[in-house]
């Protein structure tokens, strides 16, 4: 079933293409109804415009708050054609079919990222428009609505190839697509409002998102996948720029995300090499360069094909290096032209540019879906500092040896539990994650350290005078005394085990400082 577009209601904050759609709707012998800033830009622009008020016989009143709240609107939009009980009631009205709604909605999404102020956010909530979208939507059978400008074009199409009408194929999914922007809108003001009211868990929550990109599959190839972006997007691989190299797959998105997360915990110069998630070499240094050294060290066979992330602008020193290795994926918050110059000649590499760091301690939620539902939390937002620590053994630890528990700690806060994080002079030299145990987990850190060593020439691997960290704390003495076995001096850990007492006096034993900071931080 096909319906011959005869009066189209055209109201949109976004004006992409507006004028050169109305041209075409006034060629193709339509009535064109508008307000406001639309009408005013259709009527400079030539194309013939009724005024929503002179079509309803009503001013708009209340600071224009009301003017397509009116039947004439909203019978013209919801009639159904083919029950007589309501093309009578629009005869008795007076009321005119309208088989065209473009509508796009006020900007509140524009409007709250700006920084504005309660009242403003307020006055920019749309009422009548998603009222006019969600009418025509429901009327799809007979009612063509676009609320998206890259819908022109399809309705400039099917109005040119089928003298002026749309097929009910492509109004239901362009009724799908409103019913999509409306829900995205009404959950952005919904999210926001809760916010003010200091509401961390409403009742009732929706998530609201953007298609940034489809992707050629998933986690693994028989997955389907896609991205997208929601309003209070952090500065990272959602918002970046890509300078080049193929598109970003799926597991490219997540290692990204992880690994500038990551480096966005420190000020220095810091770099980050991560492979499925985890952190394989992490340094930070007086420059990028040397920071890429240490951070290469600790783990080079898996830091083929990684991810590399930095807190710096990306200098050519460190790019020249960074070249030198199969890499997935850079990024940067600024990487200069001597660079780019350099990445260019690697053209699969992905190169992105955010612009800027996130900030580590900013709050906010992150979710994880779950049959049946999804979890919601604060994001681990936690920091320690050397004001944080407890000393729990008789020997205290020394600066250098403080310095680099905190450094550890907070490294270990980005690696899959269990993780046990072993650091000397601001740099990772080993690290295990993800094990059952957390024995095991101090084991393969020291294993894959000792690797790392005799793959250099080195005589003794990394850990031998290390610090260790736990992101929890050790049930046992047997992960601790696998630490010193393997050369940490000193252990950063949270504390608080049914056996503490034992772990402590393991740690005085074999001469260990240790400290407790009373944050635990599990990452699944």
Known sequence: MSDTIRRALVSVSDKTGLVEFGKFLADKG???????????????????????????????????????LHPKIH????????LKTHTDAMAEHDIAPIDLVVVNLYPFEATLTSGADYDTCVENIDIGGPGMVRAAAKNHGFVTIVTD??????????????????????????????YSHTARYDSMISNWLQGECGVDFPRETSLGGKLKQSLRYGENPHQVAAVYKSIDARPG?????????????????NDTDA???????????TIAIIKHANPCGVATADNLSDAYKAALACD?????????????????????????????????????????????????????????????????????????????????????????????????????????????????KHVKS?????????????IGAGQMSRVDSSRIAAWKSKEAAETAGLSQAGTIGSVVSSDAFFPFADGLLAAAEAGATAVIQPGGSMRDDEVIAAADEAGLAMVYTGMRHFRH
């Open 237 to 253: 691989v959602v918002t970046a720029q890509q300078l080049q190299g193929k598109e970003l797959s799926y597991n490219n998105l």
């Open 259 to 269: 690994a500038f997360e990551l480096v966005s915990e420190f000020d220095a110069p």
């Open 30 to 68: 339509v009535e064109i109804l508008s307000t406001g800033g639309s009408a005013r830009a259709l009527s400079d622009a030539g194309v013939p415009v009724k005024e929503v008020s002179s079509h309803t016989g009503f001013p708009e009143i209340m600071d224009g708050r009301v003017k397509t």
């Open 418 to 430: 269990n993780a046990i994080v072993y650091a000397k002079n601001g740099a990772i030299v080993g």
């Open 75 to 82: 019978g013209g939009i919801l009639a159904r054609r083919d």
């Open 300 to 412: 080079p066979t898996s830091a083929f094909g990684g991810i590399i992330a930095t807190n710096k602008t990306m200098d050519a020193a460190t790019a020249t290096q960074v070249a030198d290795l199969f890499a997935e994926v850079v990024i940067a918050p600024a990487i200069d032209d001597d660079a780019k110059a350099i990445f260019a000649a690697k053209k699969n590499l992905r190169v992105l540019v955010t612009g800027e760091m996130p900030n580590p301690t900013d709050a906010g939620m992150t979710m994880k879906t779950i049959s049946g539902g999804f979890l919601l939390q604060g994001r681990d937002n936690g920091r320690i500092t050397a004001d944080d620590l407890k000393v729990v053994t008789k020997r205290q630890p020394t600066e250098q040896e403080i310095a680099d528990m905190i450094f550890a700690f907070r490294v270990g």
């Open 149 to 178: 400008p890259d819908d022109y074009t399809l309705v400039q199409e099917e109005m040119t190839a089928n003298a002026g009408a749309t097929t009910n194929e492509t109004r239901r999914k362009l009724a799908a697509t409103a």
